[in-house]
């Protein structure tokens, strides 16, 4: 019996100097202590505010590729001079259903979006993500969650957003913005938010999707386990899309000692992309 990696290997090489009963022995005793290691927190486990809520609050990130491209995706070339570091990921989507509903002529958008990815994407330009796009960059944010208000922190151009669950009838943003306005319910564990009120300038990825100043956001964050939330938003424009439609993917607590979202300044870093057009001289 060939040796398997990891930690297991030293079991797997001495099985076969047992007798055969004994080897079949040891083969089930070994399944069954695999299949009954230590339970897993369930969302039963999930800490609990004073009201009997979910506490949501901490450090979260999302893993994967969402950040590149919403749909499923092939690796691909980015700029030469950055090889493999500028390259694109391969990956798989979070659309429910595989595919962006666009209509005809938001998807020629998108594909002029994409065309000029290097220097028309928000993020390029360190403005702030927008919603539902801050929850999966490939950054950490925070979920500070109080009674009245529920406030999430984002490092990427310091960009925040409140949620208010004090108001029964969702209020109409006074003016639009990056990040719109959100408003916030409990439906039994789950967070419902429902954000409106964007400028319609922000893109959903590095890939070109995008959404108009129509667009209209229900996100849901459920509990998985202690350490995990399931992550839901639902975005219907009828300026772009045909119909309302969903991405789904996992939330995972930051449980590195001394946990932090680091502020990402990067506007500095903007400046040439943004205004070398206006030099005399270019900058070299």
């Not at 994967?64 to 749909?71: C, F, K, P, Q």
């Not at 595989?98 to 993020?123: M, V």
């Not at 009120?197 to 070109?208: C, E, H, I």
Request: charged share 20%; hydrophobic share 35%; net charge negative.
């Amino acid at each position: 019996m060939a040796a398997s990696r990891g930690t297991n290997s030293a079991l797997t090489t001495r099985l076969p100097r047992l007798g055969g009963g004994r080897l079949a022995g040891a083969l089930v005793l070994l399944t069954l202590s695999a299949n009954t290691a230590a339970p897993q927190p369930s969302a039963s486990d999930f800490p609990r505010a004073w009201d009997g809520h979910p506490d949501l609050s901490g450090i979260w990130q999302a893993l994967g590729t969402a950040h590149w491209n919403l749909e499923d995706h092939p690796a691909s070339a980015g700029p030469a001079a950055f090889g493999a570091i500028g390259a694109v990921p391969p990956g798989q989507g979070v659309v429910v259903g595989g595919e962006i509903p666009y209509q005809p002529s938001a998807l020629e958008q998108r594909q002029r979006n994409f065309d000029n990815r290097y220097t028309e994407d928000p993020e390029i330009k360190c403005y702030m993500p927008g919603v539902p796009r801050a929850t999966y960059l490939p950054y950490p944010f925070q979920i500070l969650q109080g009674t009245d208000k529920i406030m999430i922190v984002y490092g990427f151009a310091e960009a925040s957003r409140t949620i208010h669950m004090d108001k029964e009838n969702p209020e109409p943003a006074p003016i639009d913005s990056w990040m719109g306005r959100s408003h916030g319910r409990w439906e039994g564990d789950t967070l419902v938010v429902d954000a409106a009120g964007f400028n319609g300038q922000s893109w959903l990825d590095r890939a070109g999707n995008f959404a108009s100043d129509t667009a209209r956001v229900v996100e849901r964050y459920t509990p998985i386990n202690t350490n995990a939330l399931m992550y839901e938003a639902t975005i219907e424009d009828p300026n772009v899309f045909t119909r309302p439609w969903t991405i789904r993917m996992p939330l995972y607590r930051r449980l590195d000692q001394n946990a932090q979202v680091l502020e990402f300044k990067c506007v500095e870093f903007t400046e040439n992309l943004l205004y070398d057009h206006l030099r005399r001289q270019p900058a070299e």
